[in-house]
């Protein structure tokens, strides 16, 4: 998927999105070089657990301002091929628009911000849980609210499976990222249910969900709506 646009020779060269790009690809590749035990340990050091954040606010273990630093590092590990490569998507096709809006210090602040309160959201929901969450997931959603905001009617160039072969459609980013939202909540409120078994499906919509609300707010005050107006780029 892309969004459509016009030449814009005004847009800057997204570094900050090209960095985490890089940042996140060097880290999937250093993970690939460690056996099973040295993955499980690297997430356990650095991937958001919530029980052990808990824990930390209670002083129960010896380095809670430790635990505060996974917030950020857990949004650069991830859990496999699909999942990376689709965060890595999202992120070049939402992620440079933003940053060309925002700047490239404000972009920073901004996504990285939208992951941390998005990790806190499922935190709140599942404090309890050993499950390690891992993702740029929810910063990639505070990317994709303030998308939203900003291009609202840009064309998402799309595919369609049609039973053996695919084609594409043009869908407004209103309605691509709105049915996205959509279903990430459903899901959230369903994990409310004890019949929802969350952690069997590896997805942590909580923090999906709370990163997307979190962009719409977050990205309104780093004054998006008051930057230059600018066509969506691919």
């Known amino acids: 998927m892309v969004p459509l646009r016009d030449n814009n020779p005004t847009s800057t060269t997204p570094l900050v999105t090209y960095g985490l790009l890089g940042i996140n690809t060097a880290v999937f590749l250093f993970q690939l070089s460690l056996s099973q035990a040295g993955i499980d340990t690297f997430f356990e050091h650095w991937a958001l657990v919530p029980a052990q954040l808990t824990q930390s606010f209670r002083g129960a273990l010896q380095a809670p301002v430790y635990e505060w630093v996974t917030l950020v590092s857990s949004q650069f590990l991830h859990g496999g091929f699909f999942h990376v490569g689709g965060n890595l998507l999202y992120l070049w096709v939402f992620g440079n628009n933003i940053e060309d809006q925002l700047g490239h210090l404000k972009f920073l602040i901004f996504y990285l911000s939208c992951g941390v309160l998005a990790g806190l959201v499922q935190w709140i929901f599942d404090p309890y849980s050993t499950i390690p969450t891992i993702g740029a997931s929810g910063a990639i959603a505070g990317v994709m609210g303030a998308y939203i905001l900003r291009f609202p009617r840009a064309q998402i160039v799309t595919l369609l499976p049609?039973?053996?072969?695919?084609?594409?459609?043009?869908?407004?980013?209103?309605?691509?990222?709105?049915?996205?939202?959509?279903?990430?909540?459903?899901?959230?409120?369903?994990?409310?249910?004890?019949?929802?078994?969350?952690?069997?499906?590896?997805?942590?919509?909580?923090?999906?969900?709370?990163?997307?609300?979190?962009?719409?707010?977050?990205?309104?005050?780093?004054?998006?709506?008051?930057?230059?107006?600018?066509?969506?780029?691919?």
């Open 162 to 234: 049609l039973i053996i072969f695919f084609t594409t459609i043009r869908i407004p980013a209103i309605f691509f990222l709105g049915f996205w939202f959509a279903q990430q909540a459903l899901f959230s409120l369903a994990s409310l249910s004890s019949n929802f078994n969350l952690g069997a499906g590896g997805v942590a919509y909580w923090a999906h969900s709370g990163g997307f609300v979190f962009g719409l707010i977050l990205a309104p005050l780093l004054g998006l709506m008051e930057a230059k107006p600018r066509s969506p780029r691919n």
